[in-house]
């Protein structure tokens, strides 16, 4: 349930040398709940991607983003983690992939995104 407990899963992290952690995970109240704080108990800097981890009911998953966010946990969304990974849509290397997950996955910003290309008649 918390894999903070796994001394592998933390060596990985550890060995990464980086304090920033970026955690979803199945279940909120439970498998990203616990790691979460017991990483911030460690000196991470935490950020769980809420809207890709779920929970047994709405209260729990909107508890447990409670508890996590009063213990200095950071709540984000995949797109939030998406676009600071991005940084910046003139980061050609990156741009077609992203905006394909975008158009794929994000629903009206997707629509939006291929709107604007088949404007401008073409990609980006």
């Not at 990483?39 to 909107?62: C, K, L, P, R």
């Not at 394909?100 to 401008?120: D, P, Q, R, T, W």
């Amino acid at each position: 349930m918390n894999s903070w407990e796994d001394k592998n899963f933390v060596s990985a992290i550890e060995k990464s040398k980086r304090k920033k952690i970026v955690m979803a995970a199945l279940w909120t109240e439970v498998c990203l709940a616990f790691p979460a704080l017991s990483a911030i108990q460690a000196g991470y800097e935490v950020y769980a991607v809420v809207d890709a981890s779920g929970a047994s009911s709405t209260e729990a998953h909107e508890t447990a983003i409670k508890r996590m966010t009063q213990a200095g946990i950071i709540p984000v969304t995949w797109l939030q983690v998406l676009y600071e990974l991005q940084r910046d849509w003139a980061r050609k290397e990156t741009y077609a992939a992203v905006t394909n997950l975008i158009k794929e996955h994000a629903g009206a910003y997707g629509c939006g995104i291929f709107y604007v290309e088949s404007m401008m008649g073409g990609h980006g």
